[in-house]
C-alpha cells in the first residue's frame, strides 16, 4: 500500500496511489464509517487521492477500519471491472422467460416427495 500517515490535531492523513485505489473504493469506505468519522477526499496531484480523516479519537483502530474497508471496496471495483460482462450474462439468463416452466416445477415437487 501507498498510504502515508501523520496524526496531527485528530486529524488523520492518508495517500493513496491512483494506480492502486479507485475514487469509488475511498468514497464507499469512507461511508461506511460515516458513524465514526469524517472523511474529506482530495486530489492532490496526477499521482495520488488524499483522504483527510477527522474524529474525537483517531486511533490506530479507526485507521485499520478504514484502510481495510478500503480494500474490501477496490476489490469490488476490481471484480466490477473485470468480470461485469459475465455477470450482466447470468443476469440476462436468470430473467429470460422460461417456456418450460411446468416441467421444472413438477420435477422439483416430484424430488421434494420422494425426500419426505
Do not use: W
Not at 92 to 105: L, R, S
Request: proline share 1%; net charge negative; aromatic share 6%.
Amino acid at each position: 500500500m501507498d498510504e502515508t500517515m501523520c496524526l496531527k490535531n485528530k486529524v488523520l492523513k492518508l495517500k493513496f496511489d491512483k494506480k492502486l485505489h479507485d475514487i469509488r473504493a475511498l468514497r464507499n469506505a469512507a461511508y461506511d464509517l460515516s458513524n465514526e468519522m469524517s472523511c474529506h477526499l482530495s486530489d492532490i496531484d496526477d499521482r495520488y487521492y488524499g483522504a483527510e480523516i477527522v474524529c474525537c479519537d483517531i486511533n490506530k483502530d479507526i485507521e485499520i477500519k478504514y484502510l481495510n474497508s478500503v480494500n474490501d471496496h477496490q476489490i469490488r471495483v476490481d471484480l466490477c471491472l473485470e468480470f461485469n460482462s459475465i455477470r450482466e450474462m447470468i443476469v440476462a439468463q436468470a430473467f429470460e422467460p422460461c417456456d418450460n416452466m411446468k416441467e421444472i416445477v413438477g420435477v422439483l415437487l416430484n424430488d421434494a416427495a420422494n425426500e419426505i
